[in-house]
Protein backbone atom coordinates (compact mmCIF):
# COMPACT_ATOMS: atom_id res chain seq x y z
CA UNK A 1 0.00 0.00 0.00
CA UNK A 2 0.99 3.43 -0.30
CA UNK A 3 2.97 4.78 2.86
CA UNK A 4 5.80 8.08 3.76
CA UNK A 5 8.39 7.64 5.33
CA UNK A 6 10.12 10.83 6.89
CA UNK A 7 13.42 11.19 8.86
CA UNK A 8 12.87 10.78 12.99
CA UNK A 9 13.56 13.92 14.84
CA UNK A 10 14.00 15.92 16.64
CA UNK A 11 15.82 17.81 14.50
CA UNK A 12 17.65 20.72 16.70
CA UNK A 13 19.28 23.38 14.81
CA UNK A 14 21.07 26.81 15.24
CA UNK A 15 19.02 29.96 13.66
CA UNK A 16 20.03 30.80 10.26
CA UNK A 17 21.23 26.99 9.69
CA UNK A 18 20.44 25.53 6.85
CA UNK A 19 17.52 22.80 7.07
CA UNK A 20 16.95 19.46 5.60
CA UNK A 21 13.93 17.23 6.18
CA UNK A 22 13.93 13.69 4.11
CA UNK A 23 10.92 12.30 2.89
CA UNK A 24 10.64 9.35 0.93
CA UNK A 25 7.46 7.66 -0.47
CA UNK A 26 5.84 4.42 -1.95
CA UNK A 27 2.96 4.91 -4.17
CA UNK A 28 1.16 3.13 -7.71
CA UNK A 29 0.51 6.26 -9.87
CA UNK A 30 1.39 9.56 -9.87
CA UNK A 31 0.51 10.97 -6.43
CA UNK A 32 0.59 14.34 -5.17
CA UNK A 33 2.72 15.93 -2.57
CA UNK A 34 2.27 17.78 0.36
CA UNK A 35 4.72 19.26 3.48
CA UNK A 36 2.41 20.06 6.35
CA UNK A 37 3.48 22.20 9.38
CA UNK A 38 1.75 21.98 13.05
CA UNK A 39 3.02 24.60 15.64
CA UNK A 40 2.36 24.04 18.98
CA UNK A 41 -1.12 23.85 20.33
CA UNK A 42 -2.44 24.45 16.73
CA UNK A 43 -3.83 21.87 13.94
CA UNK A 44 -2.09 21.46 10.62
CA UNK A 45 -1.47 24.31 7.88
CA UNK A 46 -0.40 23.66 4.16
CA UNK A 47 3.15 24.67 3.93
CA UNK A 48 3.77 23.76 -0.22
CA UNK A 49 2.41 21.05 -2.62
CA UNK A 50 3.71 19.55 -5.98
CA UNK A 51 1.35 17.57 -8.21
CA UNK A 52 4.13 15.97 -10.50
CA UNK A 53 7.25 15.02 -11.14
CA UNK A 54 10.11 17.42 -11.04
CA UNK A 55 7.58 20.69 -9.34
CA UNK A 56 8.70 22.51 -6.87
CA UNK A 57 6.82 23.47 -4.06
CA UNK A 58 7.60 26.76 -2.39
CA UNK A 59 6.19 28.97 0.67
CA UNK A 60 7.26 31.20 3.14
CA UNK A 61 11.42 29.79 2.29
CA UNK A 62 10.56 26.61 1.91
CA UNK A 63 11.02 24.40 -0.71
CA UNK A 64 10.83 20.86 -1.87
CA UNK A 65 10.98 19.19 -5.41
CA UNK A 66 8.68 16.07 -6.40
CA UNK A 67 11.65 13.27 -7.29
CA UNK A 68 9.68 10.75 -9.13
CA UNK A 69 13.10 8.54 -9.43
CA UNK A 70 14.46 8.48 -6.25
CA UNK A 71 10.53 8.83 -4.85
CA UNK A 72 11.36 11.73 -2.59
CA UNK A 73 9.96 15.13 -1.73
CA UNK A 74 12.84 16.56 1.33
CA UNK A 75 12.11 19.80 2.33
CA UNK A 76 14.57 22.03 2.82
CA UNK A 77 15.11 25.96 4.04
CA UNK A 78 18.30 28.41 3.82
CA UNK A 79 18.07 30.09 6.77
CA UNK A 80 15.97 28.68 9.59
CA UNK A 81 14.62 31.12 12.41
CA UNK A 82 13.22 30.89 16.11
CA UNK A 83 9.27 30.90 14.56
CA UNK A 84 10.35 27.95 11.95
CA UNK A 85 9.99 25.69 14.98
CA UNK A 86 7.46 23.10 14.93
CA UNK A 87 5.94 19.73 13.98
CA UNK A 88 6.66 18.82 9.95
CA UNK A 89 4.03 16.49 7.93
CA UNK A 90 4.66 14.87 4.78
CA UNK A 91 1.89 13.62 3.27
CA UNK A 92 0.83 12.32 -0.44
CA UNK A 93 -2.60 11.89 -2.06
CA UNK A 94 -2.88 9.06 -4.71
CA UNK A 95 -6.04 8.75 -6.68
CA UNK A 96 -8.17 9.52 -4.42
CA UNK A 97 -8.78 11.68 -1.61
CA UNK A 98 -7.01 10.04 1.03
CA UNK A 99 -4.26 11.97 2.53
CA UNK A 100 -1.40 9.80 3.92
CA UNK A 101 1.24 10.93 6.52
CA UNK A 102 4.24 10.43 7.47
CA UNK A 103 4.90 10.21 11.40
CA UNK A 104 5.95 13.85 11.31
CA UNK A 105 9.98 15.72 12.29
CA UNK A 106 10.09 18.19 15.11
CA UNK A 107 12.59 21.37 14.41
CA UNK A 108 13.48 22.83 17.31
CA UNK A 109 15.81 25.94 16.36
CA UNK A 110 17.66 27.71 18.91
CA UNK A 111 18.51 31.31 18.99
CA UNK B 1 -13.93 33.76 8.81
CA UNK B 2 -13.49 31.17 11.70
CA UNK B 3 -12.84 27.98 9.03
CA UNK B 4 -12.52 24.96 10.96
CA UNK B 5 -13.62 24.99 14.41
CA UNK B 6 -13.79 22.08 16.94
CA UNK B 7 -14.88 21.67 20.33
CA UNK B 8 -14.23 21.21 23.33
CA UNK B 9 -10.12 21.51 22.98
CA UNK B 10 -9.65 19.13 26.07
CA UNK B 11 -11.96 16.13 27.65
CA UNK B 12 -11.06 13.75 30.16
CA UNK B 13 -13.29 10.81 30.03
CA UNK B 14 -13.35 7.24 32.58
CA UNK B 15 -13.47 3.97 30.57
CA UNK B 16 -16.59 3.23 28.77
CA UNK B 17 -18.42 6.80 28.99
CA UNK B 18 -19.50 8.28 26.15
CA UNK B 19 -18.94 11.63 24.02
CA UNK B 20 -19.44 13.28 20.93
CA UNK B 21 -16.57 16.08 19.40
CA UNK B 22 -18.50 18.15 17.34
CA UNK B 23 -16.78 20.16 14.33
CA UNK B 24 -17.96 22.62 12.05
CA UNK B 25 -17.16 24.47 8.85
CA UNK B 26 -17.76 27.77 7.02
CA UNK B 27 -16.28 27.94 4.17
CA UNK B 28 -19.31 25.98 2.37
CA UNK B 29 -16.73 22.91 1.80
CA UNK B 30 -18.52 19.22 0.52
CA UNK B 31 -15.83 17.25 2.24
CA UNK B 32 -15.07 16.62 5.62
CA UNK B 33 -12.75 14.51 7.68
CA UNK B 34 -11.98 12.98 11.10
CA UNK B 35 -8.30 11.89 11.69
CA UNK B 36 -6.55 10.95 15.08
CA UNK B 37 -2.70 12.13 15.82
CA UNK B 38 -0.52 9.84 17.98
CA UNK B 39 2.70 10.03 18.84
CA UNK B 40 5.49 8.78 16.46
CA UNK B 41 2.35 8.21 13.62
CA UNK B 42 1.26 10.57 12.07
CA UNK B 43 -2.63 11.11 11.10
CA UNK B 44 -4.49 8.41 10.59
CA UNK B 45 -8.03 8.68 9.16
CA UNK B 46 -11.03 7.68 10.83
CA UNK B 47 -14.14 8.72 8.98
CA UNK B 48 -14.59 10.66 6.52
CA UNK B 49 -17.64 12.28 4.90
CA UNK B 50 -17.56 13.28 0.46
CA UNK B 51 -20.71 15.18 1.16
CA UNK B 52 -24.18 15.90 3.40
CA UNK B 53 -25.53 12.67 3.86
CA UNK B 54 -22.74 10.89 2.67
CA UNK B 55 -19.90 8.96 4.94
CA UNK B 56 -17.82 6.18 4.80
CA UNK B 57 -14.85 4.65 6.65
CA UNK B 58 -11.06 5.23 7.29
CA UNK B 59 -7.99 3.89 8.38
CA UNK B 60 -8.93 3.12 12.18
CA UNK B 61 -13.11 3.13 12.06
CA UNK B 62 -13.71 0.61 15.34
CA UNK B 63 -14.99 2.07 18.48
CA UNK B 64 -16.06 5.21 16.34
CA UNK B 65 -19.50 6.51 14.71
CA UNK B 66 -19.94 9.75 12.71
CA UNK B 67 -22.85 12.05 12.06
CA UNK B 68 -22.97 14.40 9.26
CA UNK B 69 -25.81 16.52 10.35
CA UNK B 70 -25.76 19.17 7.55
CA UNK B 71 -23.26 20.70 5.11
CA UNK B 72 -21.44 22.71 7.94
CA UNK B 73 -21.39 19.99 10.92
CA UNK B 74 -19.40 16.69 10.99
CA UNK B 75 -19.51 14.78 14.60
CA UNK B 76 -17.50 12.38 15.67
CA UNK B 77 -19.25 9.74 19.03
CA UNK B 78 -17.48 7.25 21.57
CA UNK B 79 -19.92 5.07 22.11
CA UNK B 80 -18.00 3.23 24.90
CA UNK B 81 -14.85 4.92 25.36
CA UNK B 82 -11.54 2.94 25.46
CA UNK B 83 -8.26 3.88 27.00
CA UNK B 84 -6.12 2.85 23.40
CA UNK B 85 -9.12 6.12 22.53
CA UNK B 86 -6.52 8.37 24.15
CA UNK B 87 -5.52 10.91 21.11
CA UNK B 88 -5.40 13.99 19.62
CA UNK B 89 -8.78 14.34 17.47
CA UNK B 90 -8.89 16.74 14.23
CA UNK B 91 -11.35 17.65 11.83
CA UNK B 92 -10.65 18.90 8.38
CA UNK B 93 -12.41 20.01 5.60
CA UNK B 94 -11.90 20.08 1.55
CA UNK B 95 -13.42 21.64 -1.34
CA UNK B 96 -13.78 19.75 -4.45
CA UNK B 97 -14.90 15.83 -4.90
CA UNK B 98 -13.52 12.57 -3.58
CA UNK B 99 -12.56 12.63 -7.33
CA UNK B 100 -11.18 15.78 -7.66
CA UNK B 101 -10.30 16.50 -4.25
CA UNK B 102 -8.98 20.13 -2.91
CA UNK B 103 -6.64 21.49 -0.18
CA UNK B 104 -7.69 20.29 3.38
CA UNK B 105 -7.83 22.75 6.22
CA UNK B 106 -7.73 21.47 9.65
CA UNK B 107 -9.30 22.50 12.82
CA UNK B 108 -7.44 22.80 16.54
CA UNK B 109 -7.77 19.86 17.58
CA UNK B 110 -9.19 18.05 20.43
CA UNK B 111 -7.35 16.28 23.44
CA UNK B 112 -9.05 13.43 24.56
CA UNK B 113 -7.69 11.05 27.64
CA UNK B 114 -9.32 7.70 28.70
CA UNK B 115 -8.68 7.12 32.23
Known amino acids: GNSVTQMEGPVTLSEEAFLTINCTYTATGYPSLFWYVQYPGEGLQLLLK?????DKGSNKGFEATYRKETTSFHLEKGSVQVSDSAVYFC??????????FGSGTRLLVRP | NAGVTQTPKFQVLKTGQSMTLQCAQD?????MYWYRQDPGMGLRLIYY???????DKGEVPNGYNVSRLNKREFSLRLESAAPSQTSVYFC??????????????FGPGTRLTVT
Open chain 1, 91 to 100: ALRDSSYKLI
Open chain 1, 50 to 54: ATKAD
Open chain 2, 92 to 105: ASSTGTSEFPGEQY
Open chain 2, 49 to 55: SASEGTT
Open chain 2, 27 to 31: MNHNS
